[in-house]
């Protein structure tokens, strides 16, 4: 019988975990990215991440399988925060940088925009408009906002979404001149 050291052993468990897994964590990230190489990407960052995590072995096969879809989900996140992000001005400072080369019309129309917007931003709750300057202006996370608003994740999240659906309704209804 052959003696295997500590590093065989230890690989030996992680192919076993990347075997029974895989497939399954694969197809979760497929359905949170666009496309299935991002998704490989990202498959081989959470095997990655188990591969240090040493408590994991040690863990009931459910459990495991948890940790691993946590780890997916948030890699997918990042993915989407490092890509996706934009750079969030306030209104008056977005004014000012618009670009030279607009004709008159496009200026007026834009200049009409930014009205439109910061009236409809006016109309929100003083609390609607802090949560929408620490999400978009300061780029905080939805968990530290929670710990500013001394509420749930869950419920910041919601009071976002909602918070957004009202503000492209009243942007909407100034735009159709109501």
Same mark, same amino acid.
């Given at each position: ?15 076993? @975990?990347?075997? /029974? ?10 359905? =949170? ?5 991002? $998704? ?28 691993? /879809? ?5 890699? $997918? ?22 670009d030279? &080369? ?18 409809a931003?006016?109309? @929100? ?28 994740? &869950?419920?910041?999240?919601? =009071? ?5 659906? /009202? =503000? ?11």
């Amino acid at each position: 019988m052959d003696h295997l050291d500590g590093d065989e052993v230890q690989n030996g468990a992680e192919s076993t @975990l990347y075997d /029974r897994f895989a497939a399954t964590i694969l197809a979760y990230l497929c359905q =949170l990215v666009s496309n299935r190489q991002d $998704a490989e990407d990202l498959l081989l960052e959470v095997f990655m991440a188990a591969c240090k995590n040493e408590m994991l072995a040690g863990l009931a096969a459910g459990r495991q399988l948890a940790w691993l /879809r946590r780890v997916a989900r948030n890699k $997918a996140v990042d993915r989407y925060r490092h890509t996706a992000r934009l750079t969030m001005l306030p209104l008056e400072q977005a004014r000012e940088t618009e670009d030279e &080369g607009l004709t008159l019309e496009q200026h007026a129309e834009r200049r009409e925009t930014y009205e439109r917007l910061s009236q409809a931003f006016g109309q @929100l709750s003083p609390i609607q408009q802090e949560l929408i300057r620490l999400r978009y202006g300061r780029d905080l996370r939805l968990t530290q906002i929670a710990e500013m608003f001394e509420k749930p994740e &869950g419920t910041v999240r919601k =009071l976002l979404s909602r918070t957004l659906q /009202r =503000l492209r309704q009243l942007y909407e209804q100034r735009e159709r001149g109501e």
